[in-house]
């Protein structure tokens, strides 16, 4: 439920002391165990909670992560909040409802809010089940919503006194609303008067013991930068959008060291485009030269130099991931990738013989692909010096070009889908076969990998 640009009229103004009552931030995600499960604490609940504080506002930040809905509801129940928000996303959709119809029934006094991706792109969806939905970035204008709703009474008829029109980014249909004004995305020079996201709520034992167990090192994630210029047909990016918003690296130096106190020693650093200005990877390699943290990142294939990567390994780099998804151009076309199948090979290449380990994603049956060009992204996976490798279907995120281009959806559809290789649309690519050709060259990966590592 993070996001977008300064909130208008009262978002502008400053803390006034503590403001009576609280306000619950609650992430529904409980984990799977899946062999895929990659588990970091949400960042976007964090950086509401460090806004609202610095507002005078008690906020306590509900990651059900290592926890049970059950366990959610007696811990609501008795932090007795005012506001409830929800961070949600495609994939969430059913939980984010499971909470809402928790909250409604153990506290019909608590304001319900949801934001995040798909709340951004359908709010409606939510309108039935929540009081308001924030869409877009919304680290500004969430708390000053929220301190002056408790500062006016926190009932439901305090949203009547106010003039939802001050706050960007609110959707309502509550108690006979009609309110929508435009999310917003912040300009770098707001971005960076942040706080350091507040991690205080989370179980970090339980995190550094999942990553202890899976990865051998214990990591957690980082954001640099927002937003990404590229516009690719699968990529949907609601709440940060197109234009890259930079934070400041005093302040993100700080956070690191704060995640070293925290008992972590490794980052997972989860901009989009991290790599993208030269200048800005180079300051932030030298400075985090001196704290000895180890971490990995998304890269974009092209544009990719020795210098570049002997910088980044030099600097405590130790695995690039890269977003190949296809070893055929003409796939590549279809997807609006913006780079070349030799871009990916280059990259590889070059990152492999800096002594960074290279993960990669590849999307397989895309629509409109045909089965030779699959077959090329199978060969290019075998034949590259990659690390890692994993495929996936394509999925018609809510807000992306692809979602639009297979005829949009049903806001009302539960997006929930917890697979890798099942198509959610009409396709003339075999299922089965797929999923065979993806077990076959996954055995034969680990093989080769096995026999080089050997």
Same mark, same amino acid.
């Given at each position: 439920m993070s996001g977008g640009l300064a909130g208008r009229g009262p978002a502008g103004r400053g803390p006034a002391g503590p403001v009576r009552g609280r306000v619950a931030l609650v992430f529904p995600y409980v984990r799977t165990r899946t062999a895929t499960e990659l588990l970091f604490p949400p960042l976007g609940l964090a950086a509401l909670a460090a806004q609202l504080r610095r507002l005078g506002v008690e906020a306590r930040v509900f990651d059900c992560t290592f926890s049970t809905l059950d366990r959610l509801r007696d811990e609501l129940a008795d932090y007795s909040p005012a506001v409830v928000g929800i961070s949600s996303m495609v994939?969430?959709?059913?939980?984010?409802?499971?909470?809402?119809?928790?909250?409604?029934?153990?506290?019909? *006094?608590?304001?319900?809010?949801?934001?995040? &991706?798909?709340?951004?792109?359908?709010?409606e969806r939510f309108a039935g089940h929540v009081d308001v939905v924030f869409r877009g970035e919304a680290d500004l204008s969430f708390p000053a919503f929220c301190r002056d709703y408790l500062e006016r009474g926190a009932a439901r008829r305090t949203l009547l006194d106010l003039d939802l029109t001050d %706050?960007?980014?609110?959707?309502?249909?509550?108690?006979?609303?009609?309110?929508e004004?435009?999310?917003?995305? %912040?300009?770098? !020079?707001?971005?960076?008067?942040?706080?350091?996201?507040?991690? /205080?709520?989370?179980?970090?034992?339980?995190?550094q013991t999942a990553w202890s167990e899976k990865a051998g090192l214990k990591a957690t994630s980082l954001i640099?930068?927002?937003?990404?210029? %590229?516009?690719?047909?699968?990529?949907?990016?609601?709440?940060?959008?197109?234009?890259? *918003?930079?934070?400041?690296?005093?302040?993100?130096?700080?956070? #690191?060291?704060?995640? *070293?106190?925290?008992?972590y020693d490794s980052l997972w650093i989860a901009d989009d485009t991290f790599t993208l200005d030269r200048g800005h990877l180079a300051e932030f390699c030298r400075r985090i030269s001196e704290l000895e943290m180890t971490w990995s990142c998304l890269s974009r294939a092209?544009?990719?130099?020795?210098?570049?990567?002997?910088?980044?390994?030099?600097?405590?780099?130790?695995?690039?991931h890269l977003g190949?998804? /296809?070893?055929? !151009?003409?796939?590549?076309?279809?997807?609006?990738?913006q780079a070349t199948v030799e871009d990916g090979v280059n990259a590889t290449r070059v990152y492999?013989?800096?002594?960074?380990?290279?993960?990669?994603?590849?999307?397989?049956? %895309? &629509?409109?692909?045909?089965? /030779?060009? #699959?077959?090329?992204?199978?060969?290019?996976?075998?034949?590259?010096?990659?690390?890692?490798?994993?495929?996936?279907?394509?999925?018609?995120? &809510?807000?992306?070009?692809?979602?639009?281009?297979?005829?949009?959806?049903?806001?009302?559809?539960?997006?929930?889908?917890?697979?890798?290789?099942?198509?959610?649309? &009409?396709?003339?690519?075999?299922?089965?076969?797929?999923?065979?050709?993806?077990? !076959?060259?996954?055995?034969?990966? /680990?093989r080769r990998l096995e026999a080089r590592r050997g």
């Open positions: 994939s969430l959709t059913r939980a984010t409802l499971r909470v809402a119809e928790l909250v409604r029934a153990e506290l019909p *006094r608590s304001l319900l809010v949801a934001g995040g &991706p798909l709340p951004t792109v359908f709010p %706050y960007d980014g609110v959707f309502t249909r509550a108690g006979g609303l009609a309110v004004t435009p999310a917003v995305h %912040y300009p770098e !020079q707001v971005l960076r008067t942040f706080p350091i996201p507040d991690r /205080s709520d989370f179980d970090h034992a339980a995190y640099v930068s927002l937003g990404c210029p %590229y516009h690719c047909d699968f990529c949907s990016k609601p709440v940060f959008g197109n234009e890259v *918003r930079r934070r400041d690296l005093d302040t993100v130096m700080a956070e #690191i060291r704060q995640i *070293r106190e925290l008992g092209d544009r990719v130099t020795p210098e570049m990567a002997a910088m980044m390994r030099a600097a405590g780099c130790r695995r690039v190949l998804e /296809s070893g055929s !151009q003409e796939t590549l076309d279809l997807m609006n990738k492999h013989e800096a002594g960074l380990e290279v993960a990669a994603f590849f999307i397989v049956g %895309y &629509p409109g692909e045909s089965v /030779s060009s #699959i077959e090329k992204t199978f060969e290019m996976a075998l034949t590259l010096p990659l690390d890692e490798v994993s495929f996936n279907v394509p999925m018609p995120l &809510p807000g992306s070009r692809l979602f639009e281009r297979l005829g949009g959806g049903d806001p009302g559809k539960d997006w929930t889908h917890e697979n890798e290789l099942t198509f959610v649309f &009409p396709s003339d690519i075999d299922e089965h076969w797929l999923r065979e050709r993806v077990e !076959q060259t996954t055995a034969e990966f /680990s």
